[in-house]
Nanobody, 114 residues
């Protein structure tokens, strides 16, 4: 069993910054990719940023240049550094971890006020 726990969400004004953290624990043999997704009210969940085991990253076009994903392999942790936040970034942010299967965290709310 693998547990995935996110932290770091909150309320911030437009133009501000937040850092999300996600730690995976439990019966982990090896972790492949780790990623962040988000879901705004009335919208489908979308991939925001993913980093694979080799450090290769992919970003949603709308966050390129503003968000940075990184990982600490020794700690089974992934981070999402979010700068220049916009109201349209408001959503619940979920962490996803790929091992033999894939696991989701419970989500953390990010609210950007205008």
């Amino acid at each position: 069993q693998v547990q995935v726990v996110e932290s770091g969400g909150g309320l911030v004004q437009a133009g501000g910054s937040l850092r999300l953290s996600c730690a995976a624990s439990g019966s982990i043999f090896s972790i492949g990719a780790m990623g962040w997704y988000r879901q705004a009210p009335g919208k489908q969940r979308e991939a925001v940023a993913v980093i694979n085991s080799g450090g290769i990253t992919n970003y949603l076009d709308s966050v390129k240049g503003r968000f940075t994903i990184s990982r600490d392999t020794a700690k089974n942790t992934v981070y999402l550094h979010m700068n220049s936040l916009k109201p349209e970034d408001t959503a619940v942010y979920y962490c996803r971890v790929w091992t033999q299967y894939n696991y989701w965290g419970q989500g953390t709310q990010v609210t950007v006020s205008s």
